[in-house]
């Protein structure tokens, strides 16, 4: 007999957990997540979960009340005699420190990998890690989804005729030339050559590739400050590309970012809503792109034991 299935959310992105349940044509579980006036997290799981394969969908994007959050419903559900716990987390906080590049640093993926696992999760559904080698920080099995189907579905529908995919940087190339084979065959793909001084700043150095004429279309995980990636479409423009737009996975968007997007030569921001974007983040440039339907059938997929690999594309 098939074990039921049940879906809690924590407070990270309560409109992604809800569109998910709406796919699923199921009810969100019945959970109680409240903070008292300390700062405390309560976790209250009101309905019984034993022999369930339950899913939590949980952000772990900053404060680090919300990593806090996943790892209190996790362990409320183990207590509570869940069969099988699932993280789903379409965004994973502190990605990008997955190594050790300085002395007397933490390798910060890796202890919050530890986290989760020690909580009490079984298995672990995440989307577009900013390093794919953090999937072999856990010792659980690791679902890595990409946003590549929904962003070309995108642009299938919408018409990509004489452009180019750009990768931000040598380390996303792979996925970008994964993206523009996507679209079309023998799409141009170009690569911007930058030098990171800090965390959060770079400067670009050249443009490798042809895209004079063309419609550059920048291929991206995150966007944090927005920075680099403005750096990167005047880079382009004065290498004469015709229009810069770029899509991206994950809106973080900290700061002024928004603004600087909003006053930037890009022509539109294409992201998904892996993390929600706030009322008064919400521009013209920005279009959001829905991942929920992606989320639920690898979440339906899953609990029914069956294969998942053409998800992972």
């Excluded at 098939?2 to 019945?30: T, W, Y």
């Amino acid at each position: 007999m098939q074990s039921q299935l049940k879906i809690f959310s924590g407070r990270a992105n309560v409109p992604l957990a809800m569109n998910i349940c709406e796919h699923l044509s199921i009810k969100p579980g019945d959970a109680e997540v409240r903070t008292f006036a300390d700062g405390e997290i309560r976790i209250n799981i009101q309905e019984s979960v034993r022999g369930s394969d339950a899913f939590v969908i949980q952000s772990t994007q900053p404060p680090a009340d919300n990593l806090l959050e996943l790892l209190l419903m996790i362990d409320a559900l183990r207590r509570a005699s869940a069969e099988r716990i699932t993280a789903v987390i379409p965004y994973f906080g502190y990605a990008r420190q997955d190594r050790k590049d300085k002395p007397r640093v933490p390798i910060s993926a890796k202890l919050v990998a530890n986290l989760i696992e020690r909580a009490g999760a079984d298995r672990v559904l995440t989307m577009e890690l900013h390093a794919e080698q953090i999937q072999g920080f856990f010792d659980i099995p690791v679902d890595h989804l990409y946003s590549t189907p929904v962003l070309v579905d995108f642009f299938l529908k919408r018409g990509f005729e004489g452009c180019t995919v750009v990768a931000p940087d040598t380390g996303r190339a792979n996925r970008a030339r994964g993206f523009a084979q996507r679209l079309m065959e023998k799409m141009p793909l170009a690569v911007i050559d930058k030098r990171r001084s800090e965390p959060g700043k770079a400067v670009v150095m050249n443009v490798v590739g042809e895209v004079e004429g063309l419609d550059a279309i920048i291929f991206d995980d995150m966007v944090d400050t927005g920075g680099t990636l403005i750096k990167a479409a005047r880079a382009l423009l004065k290498h004469k590309a015709r229009s810069v737009m770029a899509v991206a996975t994950h809106a973080v968007f900290s700061g002024d970012a928004v603004k600087k997007i909003q006053q930037s030569p890009l022509d539109e921001m294409i992201v998904t809503d892996t993390l929600p974007l706030p009322r008064k983040k919400q521009i013209r440039k920005i279009r959001v792109l829905p991942v929920a339907s992606l989320f639920a059938d690898t979440i339906l997929r899953t609990h029914r034991g069956e294969s998942v690999s053409s998800l992972f594309i």
